[in-house]
Each structure stands twice: as C-alpha cells, then as structure tokens.
C-alpha cells in the first residue's frame, strides 16, 4: 500500500513538475511521457485540481498560483534534502551540481569556506549562497526553462576538470535502471560529472522519484554509493538498492 501511494504521488509530482517547465503541454504528451493512459493522466489532473494546485483548460492544464497542500510535504522533504547534503561539504571542496533544482538548493545551505561549485545549472547565478562559496558554470547551450547548460562546448568544458564531491538530482531512481532523466542533453554532463569525481557522488531523490524510472539513464544503479531521500520513500526499493552497495540516508519531516 505505501509502494502503491508512493508510485502515484510520485507520478502526480512529475506531473506538476512538467506543467511547470512546460506550461503549454498537452494531455497526450503528459500520458506518453509517463507511459500511462490518458484517462490515468485525467483522473491525476482532476486530483490535483481538486487540490487547487492546477487549473485545467481544454487538452491541458497549468498549475495555479494557489497550489498548497500535496505539494507542502514534497518541498519540505527536497529542502531536508537540500540541507543535509550541505553538511557533507567541507572546507576547500570542489564539488559538482548538475540542472536538479533539488541540487542547486544546497548552494544556500553550505557553511564551508573556499567551497567552489561547478554547475550547468544556469540559475546557479542568482542562486543564494555564502562568501566562502564561489560559482563557475560550465558554459553550453541554454535550454529553458531549466536553463540547463548542455552540449558539446558544456562537454569539452569538463574533460578537464575533476571535483572531490558530486551532487546529483535526477528524475527517477531505481534498483533495475538506475539514475534517470526526463533530458536527453543532461547524460552526457551527468556522466562527465559522476565520471570526474574522485571521492564521492551523493544522489538527491525525494520519495516521488524513488522507483521511478525516467526516459534517459545517466549510470547504472551500481555507480551510485551514496543516496540521499526521505522517510516516505519505498522501504522494499531502497532495499533493492542497498543489496546493490547503495549507502542510503532518509531525513525526517521531524527534523524540520
């Protein structure tokens, strides 16, 4: 039952978080994505109006200024997330955030002095974040709304350039598939970035996103050691995980 509810919040998640990329995304399309029917798409954007959390159109939706509610729980756990990830930075690390907006939110969080992040995320620039923590984008194409820096000239950027830390958001996680994304243009920087890392790559992934399998795979699930969730998440798949070598940290809404 808890796996079950998991899944399809965790797909109503996802469903709010294309609208908010994509304003303009169709039924249709938000079906195809997640590999469900159209009437299942209906029945979650009912659910989530009924929330007030979008306002539906003819073929569509878009989410509403007002939405509360379903969403609190997911925001609070993603800034748990966010927080507790900054305390594994230390004095002098250099360390890598990839376009996850989970990810970026640890810039404000870290306490560490003469930190350096490398990112591709491009809101990385107006980002909050402390004196001692300095911010160097790896350049590429723009691609909005994630403003994500992706490409060739992103690539060639990072060949040369290797971080003690790596910290990972992703779309979806699982034990089968490993870290995935909804991007195409996102794997190849992942991988440099997990590739470059010298001590430890820490993956972000709130409950909605565990067990969860996206249309692009970043690494296998035996590349990921260190995984960073919350207490809502499936116990059986993070104990698929955890058979695999998977160090696994879940933070308490208790803790906020």
Do not use: W
């Amino acid at each position: 039952m808890k796996r079950e509810r998991a899944y399809v919040e965790g797909r109503r998640q996802q469903v709010l978080d294309m609208l908010q990329r994509n304003p303009q995304i169709r039924v249709d399309e938000l079906a195809e994505r997640l590999g469900v029917s159209v009437v299942t798409i209906r029945r979650d954007l009912q659910f989530l109006e009924e929330k007030k959390q979008i306002t539906r159109f003819y073929g569509g939706a878009r989410v509403s200024k007002e939405a509360d509610g379903y969403m609190d729980d997911v925001t609070i756990y993603r800034d748990l997330i966010a927080r507790y990830a900054a305390t594994l930075v230390e004095d002098g690390d250099t360390i890598f955030i990839n376009t996850s907006r989970n990810a970026l939110n640890i810039i404000k969080y870290i306490k560490s002095r003469h930190v350096t992040v490398i990112t591709n995320n491009g809101k990385a620039i107006s980002q909050e974040k402390a004196d001692g923590v300095d911010i160097i984008l790896t350049g590429g194409e723009v691609r909005h709304p994630k403003e994500a820096l992706v490409g060739d000239f992103a690539t060639r950027n990072l060949q040369n350039i290797f971080a003690k830390k790596a910290f990972m958001g992703c779309a979806g996680i699982s034990a089968a598939t490993g870290m995935s994304t909804e991007i195409a243009n996102e794997v190849n920087v992942n991988q440099l970035m997990i590739e470059h890392t010298t001590q430890a790559v820490y993956l972000l992934a709130d409950y909605t996103k565990i067990g969860h399998n996206s249309s692009f795979t970043s690494c296998g699930i035996e590349v990921i050691k260190h995984l960073i969730t919350d207490e809502m998440a499936p116990e059986e798949e993070l104990e698929q995980m955890r058979m695999q070598g998977v160090e696994v940290c879940q933070v308490k809404k208790s803790d906020y």
